[in-house]
T-cell receptor, first 116, second 115 residues
Framework: ETGVTQSPTHLIKTRGQQVTLRCSSQSGHNTVSWYQQALGQGPQFIFQYYREEENGRGNFPPRFSGLQFPNYSSELNVNALELDDSALYLC???????????????FGPGTRLTVL | AQSVTQLGSHVSVSEGALVLLRCNYSSSVPPYLFWYVQYPNQGLQLLLKYTTGATLVKGINGFEAEFKKSETSFHLTKPSAHMSDAAEYFCAVHDRGSTLGRLYFGRGTQLTVWP
């Protein structure tokens, strides 16, 4: 069973640029969530994707967007990068059951984004 | 919105000593409760969780936590610290009954273990 993987591991961008981060879900999972972890902080929920649609969002501006593909992999896109976007971006996958029962989220190793 | 408070951003203990990491949540309805560990340059690993049933929960690596509704707390303990326990620990909650998989995290506690 393959765990959650993310690419790239590290990325350096300049202010104003755009970035795409990628995540492959754990086998059998149908939901992907993205979190931003700034230095010295706990992870903050960005959004969640289920059945290729965003079904929940945290307090992040629209320049943070995402996609989920039929194979349940996902992308996080950030436009017009700002210095404060420098953080570790974590992807987590889980199985959302028809009953809505919460199932454990499994986290990937993260992508470290540095904005200069 | 949920709020998770971890008292003490840094905790230092000697090897073999008791580890106690504190976590309090804000909601009036007890949420699902989790402790995660993060080693340098790695993602989050689940240590243990409380959803229902027995309030004392045992996890991996000898850690356990006790849910106390009256204190809105879920403190993490380990009787005897090991050097390999040095890492950052996060308490997290999930709104009971929510179909959105959103976790709310505390700011984390860095655990240092001295030889």
């Amino acid at each position: 069973e393959t765990g959650v993987t993310q690419s790239p591991t590290h990325l350096i961008k300049t202010r104003g640029q755009q970035v795409t981060l990628r995540c492959s879900s754990q086998s059998g999972h149908n939901t992907v969530s993205w979190y931003q972890q700034a230095l010295g902080q706990g992870p903050q929920f960005i959004f969640q994707y289920y059945r290729e649609e965003e079904n929940g969002r945290g307090n992040f501006p629209p320049r943070f967007s995402g996609l989920q593909f039929p194979n349940y992999s996902s992308e996080l896109n950030v436009n017009a990068l700002e210095l404060d976007d420098s953080a570790l971006y974590l992807c987590a996958s889980s199985l959302l059951s028809a009953s809505g029962i919460y199932n454990e989220q499994f986290f990937g190793p993260g992508t470290r984004l540095t904005v200069l | 919105a949920q709020s998770v408070t971890q008292l003490g951003s840094h905790v230092s203990v000697s090897e073999g000593a008791l580890v106690l990491l504190r976590c309090n949540y804000s909601s009036s309805v007890p949420p699902y409760l989790f402790w995660y560990v993060q080693y340098p340059n790695q993602g989050l690993q689940l240590l243990l969780k409380y959803t229902t049933g027995a309030t004392l929960v045992k996890g991996i690596n000898g850690f356990e936590a006790e849910f106390k509704k009256s204190e809105t707390s879920f403190h993490l303990t380990k009787p005897s610290a090991h050097m390999s326990d040095a890492a950052e620990y996060f308490c997290a909650v999930h709104d009971r009954g929510s179909t959105l998989g959103r976790l709310y995290f505390g700011r984390g506690t860095q655990l240092t273990v001295w030889p």
